[in-house]
T-cell receptor, first 114, second 111 residues
Framework: GQQLNQSPQSMFIQEGEDVSMNCTSS?????WLWYKQDPGEGPVLLIA?????ELTSNGRLTAQFGITRKDSFLNISASIPSDVGIYFC??????????????FGEGTQLTVNP | EAQVTQNPRYLITVTGKKLTVTCSQN?????MSWYRQDPGLGLRQIYY???????DKGDVPEGYKVSRKEKRNFPLILESPSPNQTSLYFC??????????FGPGTRLTVL
């Protein structure tokens, strides 16, 4: 199936630094989602984007839906140790009511050094 | 508390021995899905269900079966497990217009 290209695969940063990660695809998606997975747990939704060009914030997190609808990025500002985890992007081609077909990126492993 | 539960959380089995991983949600969600997570591959959808008695294949359905006899339950069945099905499995559910809630995961090892 269609995979999303997520980068970087891993990041090692100091507490307080800003973080940026992105996802790209050769296909158009109508919804972009960003999830975080803590060790031993399932992914938790951080931000959902439904319109091309949309910029949405959730606390220190900001995500954007690319104008071409083929990419999205996630920024984390002023990182803290609890930001550690795996971040996944996910895309959906259909509209919100089209069911639960999601395609996931490979994930970005974030490590924050105190 | 709204949640998706999976059982068992950990399972070690042998090749060919049929097994079922249960998934249950208490949020009255229409949609339910199963994913497997493997290093470097992210999450890949195995099967999904849009409502009772309505299921469809995801991206990697081979070797798996599902059923949706009740709205709250969506079991994943491995009729004859093989070592390449060793993985971390997640169940997820959502409303028709909502995003997915994930369960805590089931780590399966097939020897």
């Amino acid at each position: 199936g269609q995979q999303l290209n997520q980068s970087p695969q891993s990041m090692f940063i100091q507490e307080g630094e800003d973080v940026s990660m992105n996802c790209t695809s050769s296909s158009i998606f109508n919804t972009w989602l960003w999830y975080k997975q803590d060790p031993g747990e399932g992914p938790v939704l951080l931000i959902a984007l439904y319109k091309a060009g949309e910029l949405t914030s959730n606390g220190r997190l900001t995500a954007q839906f690319g104008i071409t609808r083929k990419d999205s990025f996630l920024n984390i500002s002023a990182s803290i140790p609890s930001d550690v985890g795996i971040y996944f992007c996910a895309g959906r081609r259909g509209r919100e009511t089209s069911g639960s077909r999601l395609t996931f990126g490979e994930g970005t492993q974030l490590t924050v050094n105190p | 508390e709204a949640q998706v539960t999976q059982n068992p959380r950990y399972l070690i089995t042998v090749t060919g021995k049929k097994l079922t991983v249960t998934c249950s949600q208490n949020m009255n969600h229409e949609y339910m899905s199963w994913y497997r997570q493997d290093p470097g591959l992210g999450l890949r959808q195995i099967y999904y269900s849009m409502n009772v008695e309505v299921t469809d294949k995801g991206d990697v359905p081979e070797g798996y079966k599902v059923s949706r006899k009740e709205k709250r339950n969506f079991p994943l069945i491995l009729e004859s497990p093989s070592p390449n099905q060793t993985s971390l499995y997640f169940c997820a559910s959502s409303l028709a217009r909502g995003e997915q809630f994930f369960g805590p995961g089931t780590r399966l090892t097939v020897l």
